[in-house]
């Protein structure tokens, strides 16, 4: 029932900056605890950053003052916006509910050069 879909990936320099968004189907944005993860070539999916249902953020130290989780309650909609990509950022990035573990989407590529 719940589908999860992000977008915004591409090809970027490092310094450069992306936006992605994750479409939420069967849950409310407004009223979850919703969070970003992502999994880099070789590397384990890890957490990147997150809000409570309350909207209190929360980053992964290697992203804090880089990164800024939002989201739309209108378009029910989870954001993140990049700026200063490095090219360790490289990864897919994928969203989901913190602690239920809904089904993962296919996630969108973020690819950083240089």
């Known amino acids: 029932q719940v589908q999860l879909v992000e977008s915004g990936g591409g090809l970027v320099q490092a310094g450069g900056s992306l936006r992605l968004s994750c479409a939420v189907s069967?849950?409310?944005?407004?009223?979850?605890?919703m969070g970003w993860y992502r999994q880099g070539p070789g590397n384990q999916r890890e957490w990147v950053a997150s809000f409570t249902s309350s909207g209190t953020t929360n980053y992964a130290d290697s992203v804090k003052g880089r990164f800024t989780i939002s989201r739309d309650n209108a378009k029910n909609t989870v954001n993140l916006q990049m700026n200063s990509l490095k090219p360790e950022d490289t990864a897919v990035y994928y969203c989901n509910r913190p602690g239920f573990n809904y089904s993962w989407g296919q996630g969108t590529q973020v690819t950083v050069s240089s």
């Open positions: 069967g849950i409310a944005v407004s009223r979850a605890a």
